[in-house]
């Protein structure tokens, strides 16, 4: 099992609903991400998370809402999706921080939580 | 403008041979490589790290290389088994502060 735990599993939510995704990490990263995976499709970045900042938005539509609470907590609000944000949406950490001159931490990936938006 | 390719969307080995997948990149100039396994349904999996001043990595039956003269990184699995099949993807920091790419990835199949 993955080190890195998202929750929940799968949710379909209606257009005009509010949900959250939630993520937890208890390895002292101090790097977390969101990432979307559609089908075939390779992990697109969404957001970038360091010292429980912001520190990479990729240029994501604001109905997606990105909050860390804490260093081991990253959620991901959700808000008037559209059909085609039906996705993997998948959470990850890393120890090194993002922004130091040699970052080559690997990411520690959760299972992800399977979107469709109705 | 900046790509990865994976040039092989699937590749079907037999039990026991050696396989070869390859990440080509263009417009990148990259401290470092990851390869990552990914199996349906569950997040990607770290696998190894090879950074620009070496030339190859090994981890078990796994092997990378990286040569940033050919821009081009290749993952060799060796002895396959059945229980290697997976999508394989290759990873790329377009910037050094974390905005990692991902390459399409190549689905691997070996077959028994």
């Known amino acids: 099992d993955t080190e890195v735990t998202q929750t929940p599993k799968h949710l379909v939510m209606g257009m005009t609903n509010k949900k959250s995704l939630k993520c937890e990490q208890h390895?002292?990263?101090?790097?977390m991400y969101w990432y979307k995976q559609k089908a075939k499709k390779p992990p697109e970045l969404m957001f970038v998370?360091?010292?429980?900042?912001?520190?990479i938005n990729e240029s994501v539509p604001s109905r997606f809402s990105p909050e860390c609470p804490n260093s081991s907590l990253l959620n991901l609000h959700l808000h008037a999706l559209q059909p085609e944000d039906s996705a993997l949406y998948l959470c990850?950490?890393?120890?090194?921080?993002?922004?130091?001159?040699?970052?080559?931490?690997?990411?520690?990936f959760g299972n992800g939580t399977r979107l469709t938006v109705t | 403008s900046q790509k990865i390719e994976q040039n092989s969307e699937a590749l079907n080995i037999q039990e026991g041979k050696t396989a070869t997948l390859t990440c080509n990149y263009t417009?990148?100039?990259?401290?470092?490589l990851q390869w990552y396994r990914q199996d349906p349904g569950r997040g990607p999996v770290f696998l190894l790290l090879?950074?620009?001043?070496?030339k190859e990595k090994r981890k078990e039956r796994l092997k990378v290389t990286f040569d940033t003269t050919l821009k081009q990184s290749l993952f060799h699995i060796t002895a396959s088994q059945p229980a290697d099949s997976a999508t394989y993807l290759c990873?790329?920091?377009?910037?050094?502060?974390?905005?990692?790419?991902f390459g399409q990835g190549t689905i691997l199949t070996v077959h028994p």
């Open positions: 990850a950490s890393s120890q090194d921080w993002v922004g130091t001159s040699v970052f080559n931490s690997p990411l520690h």
């Open positions: 390895m002292g990263h101090r790097a």
């Open positions: 998370y360091s010292y429980e900042k912001l520190s």
């Open positions: 417009n990148y100039s990259p401290a470092y």
């Open positions: 090879i950074r620009e001043n070496e």
């Open positions: 990873a790329l920091d377009r910037t050094s502060y974390g905005k990692l790419t």
